[in-house]
């Protein structure tokens, strides 16, 4: 008999908001949320980048937007969010076209979380 086994799609995220508060504390507020603004911009512009990067089978590219990304959440403080993006670089690197599928669909999730607490913490900022 066959078993199917339902995956959990729902992680924690991780988050260091020490990374955030060091930044405004080393820059003052004003240079911060800009930083923070454009980071913000940044990361949505790559992480878009990133799924037409898949479609045309540009794996290397996607690697170094990948890395990219994981350079810009660590700045951010958003560890789950670095640490996905260097799973879809390691996938993408090996051609495993369903660890990819995988690996970029987690992306999407922790992206799309981890993007609403930093845009809601520099909301409340501003």
Known sequence: MTSVID???DEPLRFDPERLADMYIE???AQ???AVERMLHDLDFTLRR???LR???RYGCLSRS???ISDIATELGLSSLARV???VAITAACGDETALSATMSRLERVANRSLKI???LHDMSG
């Open 7 to 9: 995956l959990w799609r």
């Open 27 to 29: 820059l003052g507020e």
């Open 32 to 34: 911060a949320q800009d």
């Open 50 to 52: 990133i799924k037409g």
């Open 55 to 57: 479609r045309a089978e």
């Open 66 to 68: 990948c890395e990219r």
């Open 85 to 87: 993006t260097r799973d």
């Open 118 to 120: 930093v845009s809601g």
